[in-house]
């Protein structure tokens, strides 16, 4: 006999997988496919930070420079993201769960907390991009009293749809309406700049040397590295783990080289200075400025969401739902305070702390493990069993040199970047720590 009926005609099994915490996930809620995570990530991919990131590669670099960077940093990125989502399919597990084996169980703690800062960052930089693009819109109407009215009501948005949880928001918003509403705005933009502005003048145009080539692939790679803590939040609801691997980068790599390109060519053509400005010179812009807000939101809701998940890693008995409310509300706080001028900086920090923590995990996992994690590995019974306080130093060690490879990189090599390197330093210092403390066996085998 069917159940009660719905909410909006929502599958019951859609709002069921809302619920669900650190544990793996039950079979009945793993059914996204390929085409679900190619219109999750795609739209995870586009945006107006991604579009903002995109316009910080020029003057520095010339548009012939800037788009090489664009696709090499995209392939780099995308890789990892792709790999870090195939453990979370593979196991139906959360990321920071996933870092289990690797760390230990407490020694995954730190990585979560860090995690939730830079995801409520991210979180209130989203809501602090649409409130200031929403006050623009309704400016004449108005007035600048309507930022704050903005913030409220996309922050509440936001935790609405993070209540909804991950299959409600694939399923019945973005593939339904979302994505097609962003890909036709972008695709107008796009199009309108592509044939105002003199291309050919612009192609020829030299960068002022004010961005290395090096730093531009660090600062496209930023993107999809950010969400390597929490990929694997959305991908553990797969079918399987080929056709999510597949689907998530595809679907980032178009999003993210179209919208950096986009951003990069905005402020080369259009008369406007700032990101929104340009969207707003273009004709019909108000209208596709409104659309990209709508769209925007899911990438909120994603920092919302997998914030609440890194933080029942730590206190696993906590409610989800009540953490989302917890952590939207921190994000509207913050929104409320956060100066948007700090947002490149904040990328570079995001890729200095993110990029060496996968390392570590693609070491253990893929090299030393043959992508072999038992129920054990992933949920001990103790916090600590023979691991010195339920922490693996080796992996903690190999974290913190792959961090401080990215800072020596980035202050007295410029040239090299921070990203790759940080990223082969700390697989080599895991993989090395490990083979001379343990032989060939990964040390967790005796050690879980």
């Given amino acids: ?10 599958p019951r099994d ?3 997988a809302a619920t669900v915490g650190v544990e793996p996930v039950p079979a009945r809620f793993r059914v996204l496919g390929f ?11 586009v945006g107006l930070l991604v579009l903002a990131a995109g316009s910080y590669l020029v003057p520095g670099l010339g548009l012939p420079q800037a788009l090489a960077a664009i696709v090499l940093g995209t392939a780099a990125g995308n890789l990892m993201l792709g790999l870090a989502g195939v453990i979370g399919s593979e196991h139906g597990v959360p990321s920071m769960v996933s870092l289990r084996p690797s760390f230990g169980r407490r020694g995954s703690y730190l990585p979560s907390l860090i995690n939730v800062v830079q995801l409520v960052g991210w979180g209130a930089f989203e809501i602090v991009i649409m409130a200031q693009a929403s006050s623009r819109l309704s400016g004449p109407i108005l007035g600048l009293a309507s930022y704050p009215i903005w913030t409220v009501g996309w922050a509440a948005i936001v935790i609405l749809m993070a209540l909804g949880g991950p299959l409600v928001v694939v399923r019945q918003w973005l593939e339904k309406i979302g994505i097609w509403l962003v890909l036709l705005t972008i695709s107008w933009i796009a199009v309108y700049a592509l044939t105002r502005g003199n291309l050919g003048s ?3 145009r030299p960068g002022d040397g004010s961005l290395g080539f090096a730093q531009a692939i660090d600062l496209v790679v930023a993107m999809p590295i950010s969400w390597l803590p929490l990929v694997a939040d959305f991908n553990r609801f797969a079918k399987d783990s080929r056709s999510s691997f597949a689907g998530t980068v595809a679907g980032f790599a178009v999003a993210n080289v179209m919208c950096y390109a986009l951003g990069a060519l905005l402020i080369l053509v259009l008369p406007s200075t700032d990101l929104v400005g340009s969207i707003m010179t273009v004709a019909f812009g108000a209208a596709g400025l409104a659309l990209l807000l709508g769209d925007e939101t899911d990438n909120a809701f994603a920092d919302v969401y997998s914030s609440a998940i890194s933080i029942k890693n730590v206190v696993p008995g906590l409610s989800t739902r009540a953490l989302v409310a917890a952590v939207g509300g921190t994000c509207l706080a913050l929104a409320l305070t956060v100066d948007l001028a700090s947002f490149q900086g ?3 920090l995001v890729g200095s702390l993110i990029t060496p923590l996968f390392g570590v995990l693609f070491a253990d996992y893929f090299l030393l493990r043959r992508r072999r994690y038992t129920s054990e590995e992933l949920y001990p019974l103790e916090l600590g069993g023979q691991l010195p306080w339920g922490a693996n130093p080796i992996a903690l060690l190999a974290w913190a040199a792959g961090v401080g490879a990215y800072l020596v990189e980035t202050t007295y090599v410029h040239w090299l970047g921070g990203t790759l390197p940080s990223l082969g330093a700390s697989m080599a210092a895991y993989l090395l720590m490990s083979l001379a403390i343990k032989g060939a066996r990964p040390p967790h085998e005796t050690t879980t």
């Fill in 202 to 204: 612009i192609w020829a």
């Fill in 1 to 10: 006999m069917a159940g009660p009926a719905q909410p909006l005609g929502v």
């Fill in 346 to 348: 904040f990328l570079y």
């Fill in 14 to 16: 859609d709002l069921g």
């Fill in 35 to 45: 085409l679900d995570y190619f219109v999750l990530w795609a739209d995870l991919g």
